[in-house]
């Protein structure tokens, strides 16, 4: 198998190639040279470095040596996170983000089968439609890690009861609600002995941060889980939300720029004991259709063996590149990091200002500083461009070859997010990208042509 057959394996039908040669997100994840990444919270490619990294990996690759592989990236993993002589959580794997919405809902089922489920997420029309129905406790997709064909929006489980109470991310005009007050009112006036559940957003598809603090502010008895699926956070703030006992929810195809998808969730060591002690081969059967053994930890013995043992080298592969992203920048000074990000925000955002027909998104101040959001407007009459131009204008970029960058001929840039009526678009900072800027901060060049070019081909698509 080859590089691209390889890291499009062993998912749901999101990452497959369609007939275009790209993805769903019109991108080809494969090619390695030549792309301009901007589009890290998105999709992203393979890059010169990964792609040799992955060379090496596959040339290696025995079938026989898969459990060790995995373990030894849950322990990289445990490595990067932890504090030093600090050993907090298990790592459970599954091949999307949207994958790892069942876990908290199996692992409900384990600690209390009898018990329905009350399900408060925040920032739903951020998070992706495939977590929507995965909270629900539905199928996403229409095809599993092993290739097998499920049905779309089916129960996973026919027995399980969820109930999904969403808060959403932002009004009509754009502002970012503060859900801290509301949700914790909504939580504590819940009278039915039903088992709730709270999901909380550290970096949605804009960049948006939840108020955490709600955490110890509730006094139920509930699971907190708390998506930071974007990873643009502190180890510090991992560390805090292991502390409290919440489950951390990362990806490592956004920020540390893998192929899609490949998720984990980080679980408290206590709370996977106590998982693990109330198992029944009954009550997680369902889950089969979704997780394989080697998802689960070796620590969870009696869970991981109520599983099927499958070798998704494609999984393995996208953590794989993940990991040794994180590795790799984990070698540059916080100070460095933070620097070029602060010069890269400033410089994007001056140049988007400087374009009349973009608008940043409102409260950019409260979102993550490695994506930006902009609306495009139509024309004279101040409207904005919506969904379906946006998601247009969009594939044109993501298709079309360029000659006016430095080094690049092709552009990747975040997809349009849909919020009420309205949309918007994004360009995002990944990992890579940031240390190819700090050896060379002049890079930021391209960063003022691409946004130029953007408006250029608005007003191509969209004249006044």
């Known amino acids: 198998m ?48 990964s792609h040799a990294m992955l060379e090496g990996l596959i040339e290696r690759y025995e079938p026989n040596q898969h459990a060790g592989l995995v373990e030894a990236q849950s322990n990289r993993l445990k490595k990067l996170i932890n504090y030093k002589g600090k050993d907090k959580f298990e790592v459970f794997f599954a091949p999307s983000g949207s ?63 969820v ?80 502390d409290q006992g919440c489950m951390v929810m990362i990806t490592g195809s956004k920020f540390y720029q893998s192929p899609p998808f490949c998720g984990a969730l980080l679980v408290p060591k206590s709370l996977t004991q106590k998982i693990d002690e109330r198992v029944k081969e009954e009550t997680v059967a369902p889950f089969a259709k979704v997780f394989s053994q080697y998802d689960i930890p070796v620590l969870a013995k009696n869970l991981r063996s109520s599983f099927r043992k499958f070798e998704n080298l494609g999984l393995l592969s996208r953590w794989e590149t993940a990991i040794f ?26 140049a988007l200002e400087a374009e009349e027909r973009f608008e940043l998104m409102p409260d950019t101040d409260r979102t993550n500083k490695t994506i930006i959001s902009f609306r495009v407007k139509n024309g004279g009459d101040g409207s904005y461009l919506n969904h379906e131009e946006l998601q247009h204008l969009y594939e044109y970029i993501s298709e079309k070859e360029v000659d006016f960058l430095s080094g690049f001929n092709r552009i990747i840039i975040g997809q349009p997010v849909r919020y009420g009526d309205e949309s918007f678009i994004r360009v995002a900072l990944g990992s890579f990208n940031i240390r190819k800027l700090i050896r060379n901060e002049k890079d ?18 969209y004249p006044r």
């Not at 129905?133 to 890690?145: K, T």
């Not at 590795?327 to 602060?342: A, D, F, P, R």
């Open 444 to 461: 930021l060049e391209n960063d003022v042509l691409l946004i130029k070019y953007i408006a250029e081909t608005a007003q191509k698509l």
């Open 2 to 49: 080859s590089i691209a057959e390889i890291i499009t394996s062993g998912g749901d039908e999101r990452i497959l190639y369609k007939e275009n040669g790209r993805n769903k997100y019109f991108v080809d994840p494969a090619i390695h040279e030549g792309v301009f990444m901007r589009g890290s919270c998105t999709c992203s490619a393979l890059n010169p470095e």
């Open 325 to 350: 992203e994180m590795e790799q920048i984990s070698k540059n000074s916080v100070h460095s990091v933070l620097k070029v990000i602060g010069l890269w925000h400033s410089c994007v955002t001056e």
């Open 163 to 242: 109930e999904f109470k969403s808060f959403p991310a932002r009004d009509k005009e754009g502002l970012i609600f503060n859900h801290k007050s509301e949700m914790q009112e909504a939580i504590e006036s819940v009278q039915t002995d039903r088992t709730i559940m709270g999901h909380l957003v550290i970096g949605s598809k804009s960049g948006i941060v939840d108020n955490v603090d709600i955490i110890p502010k509730v006094k139920r008895d509930m699971l907190w889980v708390v998506d930071i699926c974007q990873f643009r956070v502190s180890k510090k703030l991992i560390n805090d939300l292991l």
């Open 99 to 161: 994958d790892l919405c069942y876990y908290p809902l199996m692992f409900a089922r384990i600690l209390n089968p009898e018990k329905d489920i009350l399900n408060f997420v925040t920032c739903p029309e951020e998070l992706g439609q495939g977590s929507i129905f995965a909270f629900r406790g539905l199928f996403f997709a229409e095809q599993n890690q092993f290739g097998e064909s499920i049905e779309k929006e089916t129960p996973v489980d026919p027995r399980l009861d």
